[in-house]
């Protein structure tokens, strides 16, 4: 059993920073992707950012310059840093992840989510 937790959702102002974190915990043999997802009212869930095992990254072209993915490998962490916010960032932010887990399976797993809100 694998669970992703994350935290650091805020109300912020515009023009501010955030830092979100989600750590995976659990049967962990390997993690391969971890990614963001943001999900505004009334939207679909989208790609924020995503992290490869080997360290190389892409972004969605809306925050690409203003948002940072980054991970640590020892502690099964995935990291957001947020900049330059803007009303339209305004998201429950999910954490996502690739896990091969002991009994050798592998699976794409969820966290629950944090909340964003931007202030204009």
């Known amino acids: 059993q694998v669970q992703l937790v994350e935290s650091g959702g805020d109300l912020v102002q515009a023009g501010g920073s955030l830092r979100l974190s989600c750590a995976a915990s659990g049967s962990i043999l390997r993690i391969y992707s971890m990614a963001w997802y943001g999900q505004a009212p009334g939207k679909q869930r989208e790609l924020v950012a995503r992290?490869?095992?080997?360290?190389?990254?892409n972004y969605a072209d809306s925050v690409r310059g203003r948002f940072t993915i980054s991970r640590d490998n020892a502690k099964n962490t995935v990291y957001l840093q947020m900049s330059s916010l803007k009303a339209e960032d305004t998201a429950v932010y999910y954490c996502n992840a690739i896990i091969a887990t002991i009994d050798y399976s592998t699976t794409n797993y969820w966290g629950q989510g944090t909340q964003v809100t931007v202030s204009s």
């Open positions: 992290i490869q095992s080997s360290g190389s990254t």
